[in-house]
């Protein structure tokens, strides 16, 4: 009797990790915001920005599935990771060298950008409120959306000399770096 208890239990433990390491080899190219990476040089300074790409799926993006004045991961999913191999100056402001949660508060003529140090965790709680806590905050500043070119379909970053930009739906947020 009590080696079946025992094969049992060791068939239940064996169990929970087969489904663990299932669940940790998740695809997540085939989420509905599969993940993407923007990566380039400005003024010798190696970005990478790291996160998941919503859609618009005919939904009112800014003002509706966005909201404004209120904290945005910059994506979906993980909060969307912002890497600089170099101290750089992010709308004139210094931000050293490092890894940094990205976030934004979107508003109708400016916009708040957040640089937090905190970094890895899903982008929002249960109550569907932000991760971003404002005592990690290494950096905000303030830029101002711009009517894009293009429609954008999918939520990207763009990175060019100048810095980097947010573009989705009929928006482009830039931020200069220098």
Known sequence: ??????AKLVLTVLALLVTTLLWSQEDKSKRPSPPATATGTVNGATITIDYSSPAVKGRKIW????PYDKVWRAGANEATLFTTSEDI?????KLPAGKYSLYAIPGEKNWVIIFNSKTGQWGVKDDESTTEEPANDVLRV?????KSSAFN???KFVIDAKGFALEWENLRIPVSIK
């Open 142 to 146: 303030t830029v101002k959306p711009e």
């Open 89 to 93: 100056l992010v709308e004139g402001k």
């Open 1 to 6: 009797m009590k080696k079946m208890i025992n």
């Open 63 to 66: 003002g509706g599935l966005v």
């Open 153 to 155: 379909e999918r939520m």
